[in-house]
């Protein structure tokens, strides 16, 4: 099976802009979750979609939201673009809504923002 | 709120040596606990994943997982490190508001 599949890998934006980025989950997974990594604040959660509805949400302003589609492909939006937004933004499926489904992570998104 | 600790952002031991990575757990947490490894400019790998009962959890690339509730810890470890071992590990609650640990970086010299 395929993994999970991020794009695009690299994204180089300015502030005030927003940005789009994508997950496609590995195959037959309903779940899926984006987290947010930077060297300062580690990997935080930003939030979960089952079923094309989002289950739960981090502690992250309006700026950042979500969706799923039917297919269980799902997208991250970042909409005013921070500095601090800078990250590695993962993306990870599961087979199971949480908790305790395992949890299989893309190889991310690397979002500069200048 | 739950929450994981991972007690040291570093450590170093040698080619052949113990690994011991500590994490540590709220006791509000639920028992679904994770251990992942980071390789640099990748994304995160399931190491090993807590079983309800078990005491002992066994994950890939011969890593385990003790689990101890009257502590409320679920430490790593390899019997004997090697090379390709270095790379960053994350304890983790999955479930809810999801919560990672911090990391620690496991330096493997030779």
């Known amino acids: 099976k395929a993994g999970v599949t991020q794009t695009p890998r690299y994204l180089i934006k300015t502030r005030g802009q927003q940005v789009t980025l994508s997950c496609s989950p590995i195959s037959g997974h309903r779940s899926v979750s984006w987290y947010q990594q930077t060297p300062g604040q580690g990997l935080q959660f930003l939030f979960e979609?089952?079923?094309?509805?989002?289950?739960n949400k981090g502690n992250f302003p309006g700026r950042f939201s979500g969706r799923q589609f039917s297919n269980s492909r799902s997208e991250m939006n970042v909409s005013t673009l921070e500095l601090g937004d800078s990250a590695l933004y993962l993306c990870a499926s599961s087979l199971v809504r949480s908790p305790g489904g395992e949890q299989y992570f893309g190889p991310g998104t690397r979002l500069t923002v200048t | 709120a739950q929450s994981v600790t991972q007690l040291g952002s570093h450590v170093s031991v040698s080619e052949g040596a113990l690994v011991l990575l500590r994490c540590n757990y709220s006791?509000?947490?639920?028992?679904?606990l994770f251990w992942y490894v980071q390789y640099p400019n990748q994304g995160l790998q399931l190491l090993l994943k807590?079983?309800?009962?078990?005491?002992l959890v066994k994950g890939i690339n011969g890593f385990e997982a003790e689990f101890k509730k009257s502590e409320t810890s679920f430490h790593l470890t390899k019997p004997s490190a090697h090379m390709s071992d270095a790379a960053e590990y994350f304890c983790?609650?999955?479930?809810?508001?999801?919560?990672f640990g911090d990391g620690t970086t496991l330096t493997v010299k030779p």
């Open positions: 983790a609650a999955l479930g809810g508001k999801s919560t």
């Open positions: 807590y079983t309800t009962g078990a005491t």
């Open positions: 006791s509000s947490v639920p028992p679904y």
């Open positions: 979609y089952f079923s094309e509805t989002q289950r």
